[in-house]
Every structure is written in structure tokens, then in C-alpha cells.
């Protein structure tokens, strides 16, 4: 069988596999999926009806929420980018796990600082890059269970959610892993597929052995333990490596869809700003604004300078109360939520100066209520530089 007869015949069994996962999937949640998610409160009728249509709604409603970088990236503080920055090997960086503890990481302190900040709900990376996850896997042992830390954070972090009525997505690196053997690499994939090591480390497959379709199925059965283990989400917020030149169908994207909707009808699914157009949100970084087709739109924003994992360069830099009032501001100009991130310490707590900022935010829209719309301050443009005669 030649190599590209091959990829076609995985592509076309895992997609088959995917549907029949979707169905097994999908009559375990009809007959789980008795009452209205805590988060979705006053939206009974439109639930009982039609989930997802209840459920977007509500998005389009909540307005503000609270993003979260969380990993072994945070130890660092160097950026959550920092192995890919700094090249840092695959098995020295994975040594950082036998150092996580997340002492400090405290569910119902973090749901009570978002509900206090006039949030409706919270995003936190259940994966991100690096490949680390903070939720119980049977698929690796590289996890926060499985570090000093033993602990379930998503998990804790679902449960104090759902007592509060707060929604809770999943952000997921989708496409971009430093460490898992068969994640996309080589030059087809971008400069942002792997770090740029001298040599190919042994933990990354060998080019002729290399199967992505190994690693869609790794992913595939991660966000099925996601959908679940944990009780009713309010969303799957996929990041993606970005445009491939190899066929989207690779990813199976659509059948991952209908399988995320047959196990929780109401969950919404992004990814950025879009991949097959199929999504149920869009979700573009900072400025960005993607043709939504009516369709609900977020802007994520950070309140550190740039990075979204924990900086210690940037202590006594994050973004004030008036800063964030201009961002909601700027959000309802484009008829957008604001999905505002922290990035905790290494001990897990959350940032002090983030903190302050989101308490007297949240007093300012009580008192206020959301800033009307106002255009966001454009981007400044460098001067282009002439070329000498």
C-alpha cells in the first residue's frame, strides 16, 4: 500500500471509528442528561427545547470571563512558550513535573474571584503545547495526578464551578504538542510545529514511522475523558497549530464535532478564529476580528503585557482597572465577550496585582454596570523606513 493510499485508509477508519464513538457517546448522554446545567439558569425553557440554542444565548449574554494558563511552564516564569523558546529538551523539561506541586491552587478561591468580578464563566488549558495535562488521563502518565501534586485540577476546578452556576470551558492545544511522538513535525507544518532542536530527540518518532492519524486518536480520546468525567461543560476551546498544507481532513475535525455535541448537546465548540466554519463561536486573540456569519465572537485578552502564562519579568506590569474598563469597553463595540487571562504563580495562586485589578472591577460594574460600547484605539502603525537612493 503506498503511503498516501495509507493516510487516506487511516484517515477514513479513524473518521468511521469517530462516528461510531459519536453514537455510543451520544445515547449515554441522552440518558444521563436529566436536569439544566447550574451555569445555564434561567434558561430552562429555551433547554429543554433545543440545548445548544439555550446555550448560545447565554454566551452571548455572559459577556466576561476568566481565562487561566496553568502548567509546568508556569514554574519557570519565563512564558508558556518558554520549551520552544528556549529549546529547552524534551525529557530535561519534562523533570519540571516531579517539581509541581500547586499548593496554592485553590478552586473555590478562583471561581469566588470571577464571580465577584462580574464573570459568568472560566477557561482553564487542560493541555496546552507542552502536552503536560492537569485532568485525569488514562492516555499518559505525563499529568498533574501523576506529580506531587496528585491532584485532579480540572477536576476540582469543574466541581466549584458547578456549585456557583459558573460555566466552564476546556481550553485544548489541538495540533500542537512538544512531546507527544507522533504530533505534527517537520517544515509542512510550520516553524511553530516543534522546537527548532539540533537533533531529533528519541521521544519524537522517525520521519518513516511518523503517523499523525496516532496522534488524532490520542487527542480524540483525551477530550472524550474531558466531555466525560467531569459533569456538564460549558464549552471545548480548541487552539490550533494553524493552516496545514496537508488536508484539514487529517485533523477529522467535523467527526470530532458531533461527537463533542452527541456527548453534551449544550457544550459550544470554538477554534480561534475558525477552522472548518462549523464552529459555534469564534475566538480570536487580542485585536482580530474574523468575518462571525452572525455567529457569537470572543476576544481573548491577557492582563499580563503579552504572555499568558505566569512572567515573573513582567511583576508590577499587569493591566489596571481602567485598562480592563477600555477592554470590556472595546468587547461590546464588537459585540464580543471578554475572555481576560491570569496566569497563576507556580504554586498555583493567583497573581496578587491580578487579584486587586479584577476585585475593583467587578465593584465598578455592580456599581456601573458594563461599560457601553467603544471602539477599540487602533493599532499603531511603524514608520516605514525609505530606502536610501
Not at 466541581?159 to 500542537?176: E, I, M, Q, W
Not at 497573581?351 to 485589578?357: C, G, I, K, N, P
Request: aromatic share 10%.
Amino acid at each position: 500500500m503506498s503511503k498516501t493510499s495509507r493516510r487516506t485508509f487511516l484517515i477514513a477508519s479513524g473518521a468511521a471509528a469517530a462516528g461510531a464513538l459519536s453514537s455510543r457517546i451520544s445515547s449515554s448522554a441522552q440518558a444521563k442528561q436529566t436536569s439544566v446545567p447550574s451555569y445555564l439558569k434561567g434558561y430552562e425553557s429555551q433547554y429543554a427545547s433545543e440545548a445548544r440554542a439555550a446555550a448560545i444565548e447565554w454566551f452571548r449574554n455572559a459577556k466576561f470571563g476568566l481565562f487561566m494558563h496553568y502548567g509546568l511552564y508556569s514554574l519557570l516564569g519565563r512564558h508558556e512558550w518558554v520549551q520552544f523558546r528556549e529549546k529547552i529538551p524534551v525529557a530535561e523539561y519534562a523533570k519540571l513535573k516531579d517539581k509541581f506541586t500547586a499548593e496554592k491552587f485553590d478552586a473555590d478561591f478562583i471561581t469566588d474571584l470571577a464571580a465577584k468580578a462580574e464573570m459568568k464563566y472560566i477557561n482553564i488549558t487542560t493541555r496546552h503545547h507542552d502536552s503536560f495535562c492537569l485532568f485525569k488521563t488514562a492516555q499518559t502518565d505525563f499529568n498533574s495526578l501523576n506529580s506531587p501534586a496528585k491532584r485532579d485540577l480540572v477536576g476540582e476546578l469543574a466541581k466549584a464551578c458547578r456549585n456557583k452556576g459558573l460555566g466552564l470551558f476546556f481550553y485544548y492545544s489541538h495540533g500542537r504538542d512538544w512531546r507527544h511522538p507522533h504530533a505534527p513535525q517537520g517544515k509542512s507544518w510550520g516553524r511553530s510545529a516543534r522546537p527548532a532542536y539540533k537533533t531529533r530527540p528519541d521521544r519524537y518518532a522517525k520521519d518513516e514511522e511518523h503517523d499523525v492519524s496516532k496522534y488524532v486518536d490520542f487527542m480524540t480520546a483525551q477530550i472524550k475523558e474531558l466531555l466525560t468525567q467531569y459533569g456538564p461543560i460549558a464549552g471545548i476551546w480548541l487552539d490550533g497549530i494553524g493552516t496545514s498544507r496537508l488536508n484539514k481532513s487529517v485533523w477529522r475535525a467535523q467527526a470530532l464535532y458531533d461527537m463533542i455535541h452527541a456527548a453534551q448537546p449544550q457544550v459550544l465548540v470554538s477554534y480561534k478564529q475558525g477552522f472548518l466554519g462549523t464552529e459555534d463561536f469564534f475566538a480570536p486573540e487580542r485585536h482580530g476580528t474574523p468575518q462571525t456569519a452572525g455567529k457569537p465572537l470572543e476576544i481573548c485578552d491577557t492582563l499580563q503585557p503579552k504572555g499568558w502564562g505566569y512572567i515573573k519579568a513582567d511583576d508590577r506590569k499587569h493591566k489596571t482597572p481602567d485598562q480592563v474598563m477600555k477592554m470590556l469597553a472595546g468587547a461590546a463595540h464588537q459585540k464580543a465577550n471578554l475572555l481576560l487571562n491570569t496566569g497563576p504563580m507556580p504554586d498555583g495562586s493567583i497573581h496578587r496585582e491580578d487579584v486587586r485589578t479584577l476585585t475593583e472591577v467587578g465593584r465598578r460594574l455592580r456599581q456601573k454596570g458594563f461599560p457601553k460600547s467603544q471602539e477599540p484605539p487602533a493599532r499603531r502603525k511603524q514608520p516605514s523606513k525609505k530606502k536610501k537612493q
